[in-house]
Nanobody, 117 residues
Framework: VQLVESGGGLVQAGGSLRLSCAAS????????MGWFRQAPGKEREFVAR????????YYSDSVKGRFTISMDNAKNTVYLQMNSLKPEDTAAYYC???????????WGQGTQVSVSS
């Protein structure tokens, strides 16, 4: 499985961005897709995840109410709509996927999101 992210960029605080992550290859093995982020000098942290059924969607407390994750099963693509962005949201954002919520087996290369104050 290959994951390719897109949609990152530079935005002012309060602005919005939409990240996309398209999966290819053996996509039938994917049940969960999610987003993680890593800021300079910090550990990678969980942002949000969803499943093909859409019944198991979770967000980190830091993005809850501002970010929305969704999945298009037909396109094997997961999206992250990010609104009301803050400078502390600045990070490299990584898409991840796996067969269960307990383990993400596949990772994308990352896309940079920078939020200016």
């Amino acid at each position: 499985v290959q994951l390719v992210e897109s949609g990152g960029g530079l935005v002012q605080a309060g602005g919005s961005l939409r990240l996309s992550c398209a999966a290819s290859g053996r996509t039938s093995s994917i049940y969960v897709m999610g987003w993680f982020r890593q800021a300079p000098g910090k550990e990678r942290e969980f942002v949000a995840r969803t499943t093909r059924t859409g019944f198991s969607t979770y967000y980190s407390d830091s993005v809850k109410g501002r970010f929305t994750i969704s999945m298009d099963n037909a396109k094997n693509t997961v999206y992250l709509q990010m609104n009301s962005l803050k400078p502390e949201d600045t990070a490299a954002y990584y898409c991840a996927a796996g067969a269960s919520v307990a383990k993400y087996e596949y990772w994308g290369q990352g896309t940079q999101v920078s939020v200016s104050s």
